[in-house]
T-cell receptor, first 113, second 111 residues
Framework: AQSVTQLGSHVSVSEGALVLLRCNYSSSVPPYLFWYVQYPNQGLQLLLKYTSAATLVKGINGFEAEFKKSETSFHLTKPSAHMSDAAEYFC???????????FGSGTQLTVLP | NAGVTQTPKFRILKIGQSMTLQCTQDMNHNYMYWYRQDPGMGLKLIYYSVGAGITDKGEVPNGYNVSRSTTEDFPLRLELAAPSQTSVYFCATGLVTGELFFGEGSRLTVL
């Protein structure tokens, strides 16, 4: 079964600092990987996705993620954090014949002024 | 376009009561899903559907039922509510590429 593990349930950064949210995957086949963001009291929104076309994937709001097969990782980064980035972030892997997503446990990002 | 609409947004149930969470989409997607979200646990798949008339169990289906009579609607039924079903429920539609589009969620408390 395919799965993802997010390291760190809470991450705090200062405004303007680098954001790094970690995700490792477990998959027997080349995975389709996703990052979603959830703002308070809202549903999840797609940030970016990896579908094997390119290892560095750029998403919305200045976020990007790099697929590293040797490390089975798909970490999310942003060079400079903004207060509006405070949210919960979920890594997910596509699995099953019904194209369902299996989500990690989430990382809550806090941005300090 | 409304996208994915869930009702109600909030509900309090007593143990043993039943209710239906409604989900309607206007995106004409075949794939639909129900997830529940609990703090620190991420999202767990309850049921999914690949088209009208077809439903299947996800990871945590016990205590729930679904139906999919039309492309647009995918209601989730809770029978005999239990405190363990206190959660936030999300309905989503999906593309074959895996992108999901979520509703705003339904927050359910069972007392």
């Amino acid at each position: 079964a395919q799965s993802v593990t997010q390291l760190g349930s809470h991450v705090s950064v200062s405004e303007g600092a680098l954001v790094l949210l970690r995700c490792n995957y477990s998959s027997s086949v080349p995975p389709y990987l996703f990052w979603y963001v959830q703002y308070p009291n809202q549903g999840l929104q797609l940030l970016l996705k990896y579908t094997s076309a390119a290892t560095l994937v750029k998403g919305i709001n200045g976020f990007e993620a790099e697929f590293k097969k040797s490390e089975t990782s798909f970490h999310l980064t942003k060079p400079s954090a903004h207060m509006s980035d405070a949210a919960e972030y979920f890594c997910a892997v596509l699995s099953g014949s019904a194209r369902q997503l299996t989500f990690g446990s989430g990382t809550q990002l806090t941005v300090l002024p | 376009n409304a996208g994915v609409t869930q009702t109600p947004k909030f509900r309090i149930l007593k143990i043993g009561q039943s209710m239906t969470l409604q989900c309607t989409q206007d995106m004409n997607h075949n794939y639909m899903y129900w997830y529940r979200q609990d703090p620190g646990m991420g999202l767990k798949l309850i049921y999914y559907s690949v088209g009208a008339g077809i439903t299947d169990k996800g990871e945590v289906p016990n205590g729930y039922n679904v139906s999919r009579s039309t492309t647009e609607d995918f209601p989730l039924r809770l029978e005999l509510a239990a405190p363990s079903q206190t959660s936030v429920y999300f309905c989503a539609t999906g593309l074959v590429t895996g992108e999901l589009f979520f509703g705003e969620g339904s927050r359910l408390t069972v007392l």
